[in-house]
């Protein structure tokens, strides 16, 4: 599990969740549309305080984090979050990994 969130990324969370910081913003999988990495389900995000945390990353006093019940929508994949200035809207890329045996 990898997850890299560039800092144009980080300043489009700031924006729109309009929010001082320090922000929590959790990562998570939603059922809903066709999804690139897992059929039916999107990466999607909500500002809340964390509670099981199973995964944690802070950037610029943004912390980003997954619940302990949604890691597996993460597992064995390295996630990219950037901003993408044509449409400026955030852009999420998806590379599979291998798991070690």
Do not use: C, H
Not at 3 to 17: C, G, P, Q, V, Y
Not at 26 to 52: D, I, V, W
Not at 71 to 80: A, G, K, L, S
Request: without cysteine.
């Amino acid at each position: 599990m990898f997850i890299s969130i560039d800092e144009k990324a980080a300043l489009w969370f700031m924006r729109e969740f309009e929010k001082n910081k320090p922000i929590n913003i959790r990562l998570f999988p939603q059922y809903a549309g066709f999804g690139e990495k897992n059929k039916g389900f999107s990466l999607a995000f909500s500002a809340e305080q964390p509670g099981n945390v199973g995964y944690t990353q802070e950037l610029n006093g943004i912390t980003f984090y997954v619940e302990g019940n949604d890691i597996w929508f993460f597992e064995d994949t390295e996630t990219y979050l950037s901003f993408n200035d044509a449409i400026e809207e955030i852009q999420i890329n998806y590379k599979e990994t291998s798991a070690i045996q």
